[in-house]
Antibody
Framework: EVHLVESGGGLVQPGGSLRLSCAAS????????MSWVRQAPGKGLELVSS????????YYADSVKGRFTISRDNSKNTVFLQLNSLRGDDTAVYYC?????????WGRGTLVSVS | QSALTQPPSASGSPGQSVTISCTGT?????????VSWYQQHPGKAPKLMIY???KRPSGVPDRFSGSKSGNTASLTVSGLQAEDEADYYC???????????FGGGTKLTVL
């Protein structure tokens, strides 16, 4: 069974930083692109960033380009999202998901609050 | 403003069918057969219900079906059940520069 567990969220001041992690199990992690999708309170879903299975290619939404960095460690079945220069509109639940444009499996999410 | 347009709400009685639309452009929905649909219950993570326009992942009831015509994709839920009450989001591949765009979501109410 596929299992994705996010961690690293919390309350941070504007301008601060956080590092989110997503630990994966139950599938061949190194064969899958991975993504971070966020959902602001009461709002819809937004693709924040994606990384190819081999770490060869990355994607960032315009809203986070230059501030967020995605990476992965295939030896540890983990994908990361470094969040820098955080702003109030980054407040959201951040979900880790398999895939890059269709998302087959999702974690439960981790809440990032910027205030 | 979301890249894909969905109606904010839809409703139907138990046993009825309801269709939710998702309208994009030739650069996303109309240009690729890579539309997917997600169900999200309150406080829960989204769940993939339909991928590549009309394919169902294992375990998704065949009451859920997807289709596409031009720049508009649709999700149909037949034989509505109380447990189908949730938010539904569509997404489409939009090329290497935009990757994936989401709809704003549709709240489905089972009357």
């Amino acid at each position: 069974e596929v299992h994705l567990v996010e961690s690293g969220g919390g309350l941070v001041q504007p301008g601060g930083s956080l590092r989110l992690s997503c630990a994966a199990s139950g599938f061949t992690f190194s064969s899958y692109a991975m993504s971070w999708v966020r959902q602001a309170p009461g709002k819809g879903l937004e693709l924040v960033s994606s990384i190819s299975h081999s770490d060869a290619g990355t994607y960032y939404a315009d809203s986070v380009k230059g501030r967020f960095t995605i990476s992965r460690d295939n030896s540890k079945n983990t994908v990361f999202l470094q969040l820098n220069s955080l702003r109030g509109d980054d407040t959201a639940v951040y979900y880790c998901a398999t895939g890059s444009y269709q998302f087959g499996n999702w974690g439960r999410g981790t809440l990032v609050s910027v205030s | 403003q979301s890249a894909l347009t969905q109606p904010p709400s839809a409703s139907g009685s138990p046993g009825q069918s309801v269709t939710i639309s998702c309208t994009g452009t030739s650069s996303d929905v109309g240009g690729y057969n890579r539309v997917s649909w997600y169900q999200q219950h309150p406080g829960k993570a989204p769940k993939l219900m339909i991928y590549e326009v009309s394919k169902r992942p294992s375990g998704v009831p065949d009451r859920f079906s997807g289709s596409k015509s031009g720049n508009t994709a649709s999700l149909t839920v037949s034989g509505l059940q109380a447990e189908d009450e949730a938010d539904y989001y569509c997404t489409s591949y939009a090329g290497s520069n935009n990757l994936a765009v989401f709809g704003g979501g549709t709240k489905l109410t089972v009357l």
